[in-house]
């Protein structure tokens, strides 16, 4: 399996390092938006071909599936531009910031018929899949989800501190992780709300946000998001159940009592994004349909667009 991966910032390495641990995976080229740091890059990974031309990469022979690790406003036309050239895709999270590039990408995978998988990375985290397996197995449900996605990020930069050629969102990138897990763990969301704080000045994007979810199943989830905590950072999902309380950070799971759960043999691995290429590799391989396609996540974004219309 030939894998290009466009993006060579913080989330580009982290596919990268996970990349390397499935058998029978090559990364071929690399793109990013410079060309010097994207040929380090490719040096440090033994990636043979660099370029800042995503066109011309996408002419190779020697792909057959991209991962798009890029800024969220490309996402949407990357995709296409992908299935377009016959290459499966993985795009991280978000697929897009709106409804209409996300309905344009799922009309291009039934057309192509090609695998096309978004980065819902909360699907694959082990304590995550922990869960799910015990809601699957029937003795689990949950009552309410409570969860908090802080992150101090008053300038434009991303995970490594560096500063960023494109604008976050705590709509339709943070809060969709949640939003579709907490789909994927209740059932189908039937109501949500949200409010927002004031507009950043210079970033035009609002730095705190709540979101209200209620799922068929009757289970509702309270989410608040900002990027003005000044630590501790990261997402903190709180499981309330009919007989359990979990605490997930990431790859990790206690009991409401704070006791480790030994998450180690939910499945090959610790890391949550190396799991999610290995579906998408394994879909490839086995011409099936992968967790987290798009098809699976488009009811998440269709919430995200509806709260986005109430915050205007």
Known sequence: M???????????????DGLKNIDGVEVTALVGRTLEPTRAMADK????FATTDYDEMLAREDVDAVILATP??????????????????????????????CEAVMAKQKETGLVCMVGHTRRFNPSHQYVHNRIKAGDYNIQQMDVQTYFFRRKNINAKGQARSWTDHLLWH?????????????????????IQGP???????????????????????????SFNNDGPLGTFF???????????RYDDLVNGKEEVIDVSKVDVSMNGIELQDREFIAAIREGREPNSSVAQVLPCYKVLHDLEQQLG
């Open 2 to 16: 030939r894998i290009a991966l466009a993006g060579g910032g913080a989330f580009g390495e982290k596919h990268l």
């Open 45 to 48: 990974y033994g990636v043979g």
């Open 72 to 101: 969220t406003q490309m996402h949407a036309a990357q995709s296409i531009a992908a299935m377009d050239a016959g290459k499966h895709v993985e795009v991280e999270i978000p697929l897009a910031d709106s409804w209409a590039d």
């Open 174 to 194: 943070h809060a969709a992780h949640t939003v579709d897990l907490f789909a994927y763990q209740a059932g189908p969301i039937i109501q949500a709300n949200a």
């Open 199 to 225: 507009i950043h000045p210079e970033l035009g994007i609002a730095m705190d946000m709540s979101i209200q979810l209620k799922a068929q199943s009757g289970a509702i989830c309270t989410l608040s998001l």
């Open 238 to 248: 709180r499981y309330i159940g009919d007989n359990e309380t979990y605490i997930a």
